[in-house]
């Protein structure tokens, strides 16, 4: 009779088990070297018609897919552009490196895009490097917690002169991008289910991923509404991040209307949640 084994190291075996890229009987042989039980047998029985090896290879096939499934719906619009072929490749590529280490799937693909940009065999690395930080980009501001933005009444209630000393802060649900590739016109172009999506060509974009009501949103951005963006996002006082936009070299330097238009659409966006820099009693959300 085999010896009782601890749950504990039954489920660490179990786990080993399982997500071992090889067959049954060499995941059983590694995970015997760490582990007991070092038998199959000596833990599972066969069914009526199934031997143990083959039981348990059930879960172990169907470990890949549930990684691949979890991961096509994080990255869709990468899955498109590589094909299901190589996006299982990359898939189980990726999991050998980055394992799931947590009872949920939702962050798996968290180093997917550093994974993309240094994998070398794939095609167009630059362009799925960008497409998948969009896409990351997007889960994480869908899982983030939903803070309300900051209210036109709180907005209207600061005196003019002193606009220039505070500081905006921005929704948690909230994340910059700089790409290199028109990812953003890809990914719409996948959703509306277009017969020709862009190409993966050079072409730099600038863009804003939040959520609002419950749904995720992009807004492209000039090379300086990025910036400036960017600036007031990291906590600059907003008369600082203004005068370093305007002198900021390069085209498209804002005038006093453009930067209006500017701060009106993210506030009307809900990008920001609050005032740093006002007494409590003006700063109400």
């Known amino acids: 009779m085999a010896p009782e084994v601890p749950l504990d190291r039954l489920q660490r075996w179990m ?45 172990q096939n169907m470990y890949p897919l549930r990684m691949e499934d979890a991961l096509e719906a994080d990255y869709p619009a990468l899955k498109r552009f590589l094909g299901d072929e190589a996006f299982g490749r990359l898939v189980r590529d990726y999991v050998a490196a980055f394992p799931s280490r947590s009872y949920t799937l939702n962050r798996l693909g968290d180093q997917l895009p550093e994974f993309v940009r240094t994998t070398a065999a794939l095609r167009h690395r630059g362009f799925c490097h960008d497409l998948a930080r969009l896409e990351l980009a997007m889960t994480e501001v869908y899982d983030e917690v939903e803070t309300p933005p900051l209210s036109p009444e709180a907005v209207a ?48 974009g600038w863009l804003v991923v939040f959520r609002r009501d419950y749904g995720v949103r992009r807004l492209e951005l000039s090379r300086p509404a990025y910036g400036l963006l960017s600036d007031v996002a990291a906590g600059q006082p907003l008369g600082e991040a203004v005068t370093a936009a305007v002198r900021r070299k390069g085209r498209g330097a804002p005038g006093e209307a453009q930067l209006y238009r500017w701060f009106r659409q993210w506030m009307g966006s809900g990008l920001f949640m609050g005032l740093e820099g006002l007494e409590p009693s003006a700063n109400r959300l």
Do not use: C, M
């Open 15 to 59: 786990q080993k088990v399982v997500v071992h890229p090889g067959r049954v009987g060499e995941a059983v042989a590694a995970a015997a070297r760490s582990l007991r039980p070092a038998r199959l047998d000596d833990v599972i029985l066969p069914s009526r018609t199934l031997t143990a090896a083959q039981r348990l290879s059930i879960y």
């Open 157 to 204: 209630a600061v005196p003019p002169e002193r606009w220039a000393t505070l500081r905006l802060r921005p929704i948690a649900a909230l994340r910059l991008l700089a790409v290199r590739h028109p990812v953003n016109a890809y990914f719409d172009s996948i959703r509306r289910r277009r017969a020709r999506p862009p190409r993966p060509r050079r072409e730099a």
